[in-house]
């Protein structure tokens, strides 16, 4: 059993800046490429970013590219995604999770097997 746990979450003023954190359990993280979305109130969740399981290779949504970057630490067993230049059309739920597979291709829902219990991201204007 997996068990992922997002952290970092808060309120910003647009223009400002978080850190997202995945922490993961199990001894297999290095194997698989993770992810993260986002589900703002009456939406689908949508993805974010996603990260090859070695860290070499990244993916973004259009939305978010040249703002936010996704980064991982295998010898912590730790996902990052560093949030920059913040909008309020960013404020939403952000979830971490694990892909079925280690390439940074990752862009649907369906791909992912492991979900963390999601943190609240808020941005004023």
């Known amino acids: 059993q997996v068990q992922l746990t997002e952290s970092g979450g808060g309120l910003v003023q647009a223009g400002g800046s978080l850190r997202l954190s995945c922490a993961a359990s199990g001894r297999t993280f290095n194997k698989y490429a993770m992810g993260w979305f986002r589900q703002a109130p009456g939406k689908e969740r949508e993805f974010v970013a996603a990260?090859?399981?070695?860290?070499?290779?990244?993916n973004y949504a259009d939305s978010v590219k040249g703002r936010f970057t996704i980064s991982r630490d295998n010898a912590k067993n730790t996902t990052y995604l560093q949030m920059n230049s913040l909008k309020p059309e960013d404020t939403a739920v952000y979830y971490c999770?694990?892909?079925?597979?280690?390439?940074?291709?990752?862009?649907?829902?369906?791909?992912?097997?492991?979900w963390g219990q999601g943190t609240q991201v808020t941005v004023s204007s």
């Open positions: 999770a694990r892909c079925l597979y280690g390439s940074n291709s990752c862009a649907g829902r369906n791909e992912y097997d492991y």
């Open positions: 990260i090859s399981w070695s860290g070499r290779n990244t």
